[in-house]
């Protein structure tokens, strides 16, 4: 079945700043990476994906980007605001194997 | 409000006790997911349906485990003899699939989820 691993597990960064997360994927089958934004309580919310047809995209402040060569993706979030602290998830495959998580927290 | 809903959104069941949880889809979608997260982890898979059909179960979905969707709609998550590592966050998600691909990468929208504490 499909791994993905992702990094940081924690990232703290000050507002206005830029905020990167990785993850890593072993399935060369795997066509689909959505990224999530979970708040305390909630479901998981949908904030960007991306098909491997293309290689990057944006939107507003967010951007994908995914190399299938090296099975790696990564999420890009620009001009960080304090609402953008909460539990970042990365996915892979159709049936959304996710990454740990990772908690990003933007400092006023 | 037209998301996926679940209910109840916070169960407290003693060990051994049976329980079930329910999932309402975004109307038109005719797939539906569950998914079981625990704390500081992403979620994980237990199954899915296409319409009434489930069409895939992980190994995670014990026998004790069973889920139903009789029309097509709403679903259901029953867990019987309840025991403390069931205790996590069971989350639902729907989307839309088209052209009956079984493994096409349609958008999941994720439901609140039901947080089941097992004493």
């Known amino acids: 079945g499909e791994n993905v691993e992702q990094h940081p597990s924690t990232l703290s960064v000050q507002e206005g700043d830029s905020a990167v997360i990785k993850c890593t994927y072993s399935d060369s089958a795997s066509n689909y990476f959505p990224w999530y934004k979970q708040e305390l309580g909630k479901g998981p919310q949908l904030i960007i994906d991306?098909?491997?047809?293309?290689g990057e995209k944006k939107d507003q402040r967010i951007a994908v980007t995914l190399n299938k060569t090296a099975k790696h993706f990564s999420l890009h979030i620009t001009e960080t605001q304090p609402e953008d602290s909460a539990v970042y998830f990365c996915?892979?495959?159709?049936?959304?194997?996710f990454g740990a998580g990772t908690t990003v927290t933007v400092r006023a | 409000d037209t998301g996926v809903s679940q209910d109840p959104r916070h169960k407290i069941t003693k060990r051994g006790q049976n329980v079930t949880f329910r999932c309402d889809p975004i109307?038109?979608?005719?797939?539906l997911y569950w998914y079981r997260q625990t704390l500081g982890q992403g979620p994980e898979f237990l199954t899915y349906?296409?319409?009434?059909?489930?069409?895939?179960k992980s190994r995670l979905l014990s026998n004790r485990f069973s889920a139903e969707r009789p029309k097509g709609s709403f679903s259901t998550l029953e867990i019987q003899r309840t025991e403390q590592g069931d205790s996590a966050m069971y989350l639902c998600?729907?989307?839309?699939?088209?052209?009956?691909?079984?493994?096409?990468?349609?958008?999941?929208?994720f439901g609140p989820g039901t947080r089941l504490t097992v004493l």
């Open positions: 109307s038109e979608h005719n797939r």
């Open positions: 996915a892979a495959n159709y049936k959304l194997s």
């Open positions: 991306i098909r491997s047809n293309v």
């Open positions: 998600a729907s989307s839309l699939a088209g052209g009956g691909a079984h493994r096409s990468t349609d958008t999941q929208y």
């Open positions: 349906f296409q319409n009434e059909a489930q069409l895939e």
